[in-house]
């Protein structure tokens, strides 16, 4: 379970930490591109989401890592998966209706939890 845990934990660890970077960084126009949504949110919000993103992702990662309350972990996957379902409702009421990706993170993302409470 620890191996199936890091496995999955760092997955999604990499791909948090990397979009967070880029929404934290980037302007609207290089995000427009990957991201249709951003011109429907706040520019504060979306440098706020992606910082929780990179936090979320640090979440997963350091607690179990150090051992120093692990259940941070479990914590950092249910905030994912609740991420996800609202990202899963901006698609679906904008005109981007492409939510494969944001459905696998949510299955990931439960998967981490199921998993963290295994540790």
């Known amino acids: 379970m620890d191996i199936a845990y890091w496995i ?6 990499v791909f948090y930490v990397y979009a967070g970077t880029l929404k934290v960084i980037r302007s609207r126009d290089q995000l ?9 949110v706040p520019l504060p919000a979306l440098r706020g989401l992606g910082a929780i993103e990179i936090l979320g992702a640090t979440g997963l990662i350091l607690p179990p890592l150090t051992g120093i309350a ?16 609202g990202a899963i409702a901006v698609h679906l009421t904008g005109e981007d209706r492409r939510i494969a990706l944001n459905a696998g993170l949510t299955v990931t993302a439960a998967v981490a939890i199921w998993l963290a409470t295994r540790l």
């Open 8 to 13: 999955v934990a760092g997955l999604l660890a």
């Open 32 to 40: 427009r591109p990957m991201m249709a949504w951003v011109d429907r």
């Open 70 to 85: 692990p259940s941070l972990a479990t914590a950092a996957a249910i905030g994912f998966v609740l991420l996800q379902t």
